[in-house]
Nanobody, 117 residues
Framework: QVQLVESGGGLVQAGGSLRLSCAAS????????MAWYRQAPGKQRELVAS???????NYADVVKGRFTITRDNSKSTVYLQKNSRKPEGTGVYYC???????????WGRGTQVTVSS
């Protein structure tokens, strides 16, 4: 069974460093498509970025240039780095893992990020 544990959230200053991590288990990570979603206050959950096991990384238009998604298959972990120094990005960030052959992804519990100006 796939299990995901997100970490790295909390209160962050607008110009401060933010790097989220999602450690996966119960799946062959190198064959698993990973993604980060965000649910901002009062809004629906939406895709931030996805990184398949091979192929092109995809970013939501609203975050292009502001976030970077990477993965380390040796650590079964996917990361999301905030590059923008603007006071943006507050919300709950969820990790999603879709193993090879699955049409439905597994969700993590989420990690709260609050960006202050």
């Amino acid at each position: 069974q796939v299990q995901l544990v997100e970490s790295g959230g909390g209160l962050v200053q607008a110009g401060g460093s933010l790097r989220l991590s999602c450690a996966a288990s119960g799946t062959i990570f190198s064959l698993t498509a990973m993604a980060w979603y965000r649910q901002a206050p009062g809004k629906q959950r939406e895709l931030v970025a996805s990184i398949p096991r091979g192929g092109n990384i995809n970013y939501a238009d609203v975050v292009k240039g502001r976030f970077t998604i990477t993965r380390d298959n040796s650590k079964s972990t996917v990361y999301l780095q905030k590059n923008s120094r603007k006071p943006e990005g507050t919300g709950v960030y969820y990790c999603n893992a879709r193993p090879c052959g699955s049409t439905v992804g597994k969700w993590g519990r989420g990690t709260q990020v609050t960006v202050s100006s």
